[in-house]
């Protein structure tokens, strides 16, 4: 590391695509030269960022793995950076930095899966920083053991939830995590951590191995999400000269941050109960300690950094502006997907590495931190002494004891040998040594269970085995027979595996839940190598047959989004299913490439699966009286066009007791996942402790569960009731552009596809009064509507057999509706308690000017017309009358452009008015002159004779040819309308032939009905279309003779 200013010194690295990333065929947005990174916006190609930083690292292509299983450059010299580069130019200054005698902190920041741990403490043969970090410490120590004495002691911990645990400690970890102190000469340290003396690169390599299972247990245990928690290891390096009598003593803090992910949860997303507070505490405040020291360093003035406000920037306060030589990898996922993610990395580092530190070598005389200690000691005494019997400050002088006994403890660790400390951990490491040997020499013999983890970093930690004989599994930890789990839904005694005849099976014990390769068991089931088994709620396990079984087959595509696709699939949820939903109208992308949006929408629903199963469990034991259920929403949405929506995930919750209803966004509910998880471990560890005074920071006072309920206002289960979207029904306009009144009875359709309701509505087109129009007012071209008013009614009639009412009577409907430009969305009033309520509602709506635009909307689209479901406590939905304008005879303004002002409204209407007056005196005046016409011929009778055959002839003709384009044109409109009274009902055929699916549970007898059943529908629309088109062109043909006829006959 460069000397002179002590800036912190960032790094970027790109990781490779992810299954999940090179499925949805996702784009790589970020590109690197040099030390230069720039991140394109995917949405827009001129959209594009550039940033430097101190290293760029490209791990993203340009590899292979060789035979060891290391990813390496495809060639030599090739761009990739390995694991070994990134140790080169980033681990090796830390542990130059460390031997020198300075701190030394490393810090991994990047989004959920970005590859953090990758760097840190890597995968498989492929080591991380950690790990050869550590290492290259010990060959270092053992090259320079003729010059000094070296000790190293090695702690690693985590922070969850701003509690601190330590993964190394031997014994049973307190439930409220251990406490962070301050003390002026070393400043924050976690009190009573676990500080092993080490050796050997292998010695750390066990204990991290130990605090991983540690991890692994504590997240399973407490149903906690790991990605969420920050790992510390701790390693501090005491260089002892003895010749020189000096010592050099140096801190290397090797830190794997939390995912940097927030779920965004503002505009129409958001949600009442803000974001878990304590979860990402640690992180947020990481954030603005680097943002006001990059301000401060930018010279603006900084009052306060505030270290104070978490556990992790008091744990890390030396390394951020302090004592310490600082480096932080940020990592990067590149696809587009993750645009928003990566520019927000990108952003911190670039804040990162404005900060600057001020570190000095630690280096004092052997002797000097015990005379220190000693000094520290002697003042705190005289303290004590002052404060005498005073029983008011009872709390200080406990303080005071207690610091004086901590220095004590302290002296006497200095000065105890080292020898002896080494000596001892050396013993437990033989120990620990032993117990894994015994594990290995146990997977070569037995059957054994596998944890998979949604963390890859923690999978495959746990093995339990399955010896001969019977073996209860569960909470149970008393007999020797029973192998112990913990975990969400997980029972006392949970199943029974039996390993007899070299077959493995497994029994679960009534109502518990077990599900092995996707699909629920009740009863004994032979289990298979490589079986995925589901242990309660979310503990899934791999199956590992008898060695004999086990080929050279790759395990690791079992990860935890195998178990969950299993779980879709069951669910009749997998991607081709959701590929059947296109519209028949889009373009398809082909059967064998899946549409992206669909997959993002597939890995959604499976990242969602184990959480809902959670949210569930967590609800029944906390006696939540809430259930919750995946939807996948909008697969039967059509916008006003009939075109399918993006599909997405809503989770639907309903409370068992009333039925009430609530919709709740991907969003939302995984922010309420969070939150339900703080409630959950805070009634755990009140039940554990059976005290009630809540551990982690002090929040969620109001405790949890049945003993103490939390307030509504804050309780993650509960929401106030809010209307509901149900469904929604097409309501074409087309008529409406040849002014031909419209009569229909519309399926609405649910998000699944389900009919909620038959609508009945009427779309009539009328005078400005309000009065219907004839027949003659039906338009053969629409075009002469342009600029033109028109005015239409929209009568919506009744509802029949309302699904929401079915399920329970205390439920009431209102349905809501936009048109064209209209700025409001219109909502009749609410009905209760009726299946089928008479909604009786007629709304006139007016367009001043006919536009094309309007003419293109009448022509193609629909008026959609949602069902709201409303519930007992909350309130209706009413129409907004802001930005609406009427015409004085009461009916609503459509088009947005023309009427700008009341006063052209008036004057309009009165134009319109005359005009009907006109139209009006000049039928009148028509039908005068026939009846005249009809009076004279009647008179001229007698005379008839007296004309010549051809004379009269000649005139019918005349008459005729000016009558046989009107009623031709009448003939036409009134074939016209018939035909698109057909096409709607034909149209609706093709809506339910959309939706139409077969049920969840369909088995193959299942199956084959609804093939038969969707090719009778099919048959029946083929049939129906081909009747209206037949009708159609018969009655043209017919309007098309019987016109060539009258113009032959006349001509
Ligand atoms: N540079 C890389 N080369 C190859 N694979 C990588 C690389 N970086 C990450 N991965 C892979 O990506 C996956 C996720 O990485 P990792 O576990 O390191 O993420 P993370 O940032 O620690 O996530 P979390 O915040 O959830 O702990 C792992 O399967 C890992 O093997
Ligand atoms: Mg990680």
Redo the contacts with the bound molecule.
Sequence with gaps: MAAGKDCVKVAI?V??F?KRERDAGSRCVVSMSANTITIQDPRSSQARRTFTFDYAFW?HSGYVRNRDGL?VPEESGGRYADQATVFNDLGQGILENALQGYNATLLAY?Q???????SMVG?GPNKGLVPTLCQRLFQAVKANQDTCQCQVLFSMLEIYNEQVIDLLSKGGRSPAGLRVREEQQRGFYVEGLRRVPCDSAAQVEQLMEQGTRTRTTATTHMNAN??RSHMLIIAQLKQIFSKENITKQSNINLV?L??SERQRCSGPEADRLKEGTAINVSLTTLGNVISSLADAALGKKVVHIPYRDSVLTKLLQSALGGNSRTVMIA?LSPSDICYEESLSTLRYAERAKRIQNKAVVNESPTERLVKELKAENAKLQLRLSRLGQDARKEEESKELRRLLSHNEMQIKAIQTLWEQHLQEALRDWQTQYATITQERRMMQMHPYILNVNE???LSGVIKLFIQEGDWDIGLSEGSSRTITIKGLGIQERHAVFTNEERRVSLTPVSGSKVMVNGLPISQRTELQHLDRLILGSSSTYLFVGFPCERGADDWSRYDYDYFQSELAAAAGIHIPSLCEEQSPGEPSAGLDQTDPSLLAVFYDYIKLIPMVTEANQMSQELNKGVEFKLEIKNLAMSDCRGRDLEKDIAVRVTSLENKQVWMWSKVKFINRKFLMEEVYQQHQMTATSGSSTSGGGGRNQGGVGDRLPLPRDRDPFWDPLEPLHLGSAHLWLQSLAFRIPLEEQVEVLGSEGTEEAILQAQLLPCSPMGLPLGEEDILIDPTELLGKRLDFQLFLEQCCGLRWLKEAKNRGVQIGFRVYDCPQTFYTPAVWHNVNPVLEQRLHFTAMRTSQDLLNYLQSSALVLELWGLQEGCADMVSPMEGLRMTPEGSFIIDKASAPDPSVNLRSAVRALHQELEQMRSANAALRKENNALREQLNNRGSESARTRAERERDRDRERKGSVRPSCDAELARALKVFYHSMTSVRAQLQRLRRHRPSEEADLLGLRLFVDEQSRLLRDFGEQLEQSVTALKQDVAAIVRRKRERSGIWS
């Excluded at 959920?112 to 990758?118: E, I, L, M, P």
């Design positions: 690295r990781r490779p992810n791990s990813f990047g959920t899966g970005s590859g953090k741990s990758y995968y790991s990605s794997d939390a995912g990592t963390d890859p970093q």
